[in-house]
């Protein structure tokens, strides 16, 4: 997508309808057929030599209330993974509960500086879906960050070198909707950077909505990766075609304020410090058209570029 202004660096966000080249991980939600990821795990198996899947325990093993579907949650890496732990949400209600929603902690190794090894952190979820259930979310919130800190703290060794440390998934809330506002303060932004986002309510102007308008989405305009492309490029296919803002109790904001869509598939990132000093820059932030007529959620990729700072000399 063009940057505005004259002179300006290109912004990063695009719509694409091919898939990241060579991206280092994939993470996903909703893999709750074992067939389905069984079936995944055989086409992606060939690039990705590291895959995590059929993530969670069915019945009451590890969760609070006896569950029919597992997490959903699948991993595949490019490099060796060192560490893996999963944490269920206790707090799941209605549909949800019968899902072992819940936090994949993945830890991998990029490789190694001078006897220190290179890590890397993935944190992938899927959170409470019902609309007006904020408070669900935000409890959920809370957890993730604790066990993810605490996952990182049982598994790091002195020394190490933080790369990225990547907060992901299925948040199932937005930056735009007012019903929304909950989760929109919630302190993880403060953490951990959104590249999409300026502010409560406020996003990048190359953002756009990653949940399409389920009852659209056989519609010839969005029908193909292709079309789906250029159909969500101009304001008014947006306007049509992804699923609108939200109000408190979960129904349609009619209030007629402009939106491009609810968002609600995040890549968070922070940075570490350590013995280098490392800085991140977002490169490109993809919403892919890829899926079309497959699901009603656009995926969203990003790539980071992670540089060692030259420290100045004493």
Known sequence: MPA???????????????????????????????????????????????????????????CSAPKLLNSGLFVASRYPVLAVQYRCYPNGTKEDALAAKGLLCVQVQLGTSHGQRIVGYLNCTHLHAPEADGEIRCDQLNLALLW?????????????????????????????????????????????????????????????????????????????????????????????????????????????????????????????PGPLALTTVVEKASFITRLATCSDHLPFGLRLLVTCVAQPEV
């Open 4 to 62: 505005e202004g004259q002179g300006e660096a290109p912004a990063p966000g695009e719509i694409t309808a091919l898939f990241p080249p060579r991206a280092d991980f994939v993470c996903l939600q909703e893999v709750f057929d074992p067939r389905a990821a069984t079936h995944l795990r055989h086409l992606l198996g060939s690039c990705y030599g590291h895959i995590i899947y059929d993530v969670g325990t069915y019945g009451l093993v590890g």
């Open 148 to 272: 993810a800190q605490l996952f990182q703290d049982a598994s790091a060794q002195p020394g190490d070198i933080v790369a990225f440390d990547v907060f992901c998934g299925d948040l199932n809330f937005d930056n735009c909707s007012p019903g929304d506002e909950m989760e929109q303060a919630h302190q993880i932004f403060d953490l951990y950077t959104d590249p999409c986002r300026l502010g409560p309510r406020k996003d990048q102007p190359w953002a756009i909505g990653t949940l399409m308008d389920y009852l659209e989405i056989y519609d010839e305009a969005v029908s193909t990766p292709e079309n789906m492309q250029r159909t969500l490029e101009r304001p008014e296919g947006r306007q049509k075609y992804l699923a609108g803002p939200v109000l408190a109790d979960g129904e349609p904001d009619l209030s007629g304020a402009s939106s491009d869509g609810r968002r609600l598939d995040y890549i968070l990132y922070r940075e570490h």
